[in-house]
């Protein structure tokens, strides 16, 4: 496992931060117990912080006619909705939750070119709000296959999370399961199907970024 390099600058902050409370701690709290309490309550924020920004080591699947999950964590939308940004038609929507606990790195699902990109500035609503995907910052990515079908998904930002980070541009050549951004602290992530793509995941099931495959195209 390694540090991704978007955590770098979130750490290096998180740690002088807590460097100086335990410093003031130190010097003018008399109580042992309380400072050791902000001890451990430091360890434990650092910690979770780094676990935030970890980027495991893992074996990435390539299925040229599979979706693989763009991200890790629950599925909580699967459903048939009208694309109304770029698709301009009724698509199968599959939507994955990230906690604060799950890795954070997204991921392409299928290989192919970059055939649309555009970045919304938007609101903070917790990610599962129905409205969220409409109106919080987002990323919009549509990958053309070699068959000519378009997938699209989309970077949403959650109530905590306040970037999101992206590395493609149209006209790009991408491959499926390689890294195509991160979001920070919370969020979620919808893939937008053909209405005769397969459906290989449940609601409530749990995914692994670059791993899992959510669906089949015919």
Not at 10 to 16: K, P
Not at 149 to 167: M, P, T
Not at 206 to 215: D, E, F, M, N, Y
């Amino acid at each position: 496992m390694t540090i991704h390099r978007e955590g770098f600058a979130t750490i290096l902050i998180a740690s002088l931060f807590l460097i100086a409370v335990n410093f003031l701690a130190d010097r003018y709290i008399g109580s042992t117990i309380l400072k050791n309490i902000i001890v451990i309550l430091s360890l434990v924020f650092f910690i979770i912080v780094i676990q935030f920004f970890r980027s495991p080591n893992r074996k990435l699947t390539y299925d040229p006619r599979g979706i693989v999950a763009p991200a890790d964590g629950k599925v909580v939308v699967i459903e048939k909705v009208f694309e109304k940004e770029f698709l301009k038609c009724e698509c199968i929507q599959v939507s994955i939750f990230m906690s604060p606990l799950n890795v954070h790195v997204n991921r392409n699902p299928i290989s192919g070119i970059v055939k649309y990109f555009k970045y919304h500035p938007g609101k903070y609503l917790v990610a599962w709000h129905p409205k969220s995907s409409e109106l919080n910052e987002r990323t919009t990515t549509v990958i053309q296959t070699d068959k000519g079908e378009n997938i699209l998904f989309r970077q949403i930002a959650g109530a905590l999370a306040r970037r999101i980070c992206y590395y493609v541009k149209e006209g790009q050549k991408v491959k499926q399961a390689q890294e195509m951004g991160f979001i920070k602290f919370g969020s979620r992530v919808d893939v937008f199907l053909p209405l005769d793509a397969t459906i290989n995941v449940k609601i409530g099931e749990k995914t692994s970024g670059g791993q899992s495959v959510i669906a089949r195209l015919k």
